[in-house]
């Protein structure tokens, strides 16, 4: 007499070995993770500042195309400007 799973206990059991990889995998992973240190974080917090102001002054370059191609298509002008505010 063979003792059989049924489908949903080889799904549990399959789910499970895979839960238990994941985390073995993951605290491994954390305990090879190091701090960085002063000059890896300078760096890093430089990357970063730098990227948003890229993205920032790239943003705003595009707002400013978009203004006149706006007006363009509502039709305002400078004579009616006042009358659209």
Known sequence: RSCRMSGTESAY???EGRCRKLV????ALAKSCTKPNIKEYTRMVRSITWGCFLLGAFGAIVELMFIPIVRVLTGVTVENRALHR
């Open 13 to 15: 059991a399959e789910l």
């Open 24 to 27: 073995k995998e993951a605290s």
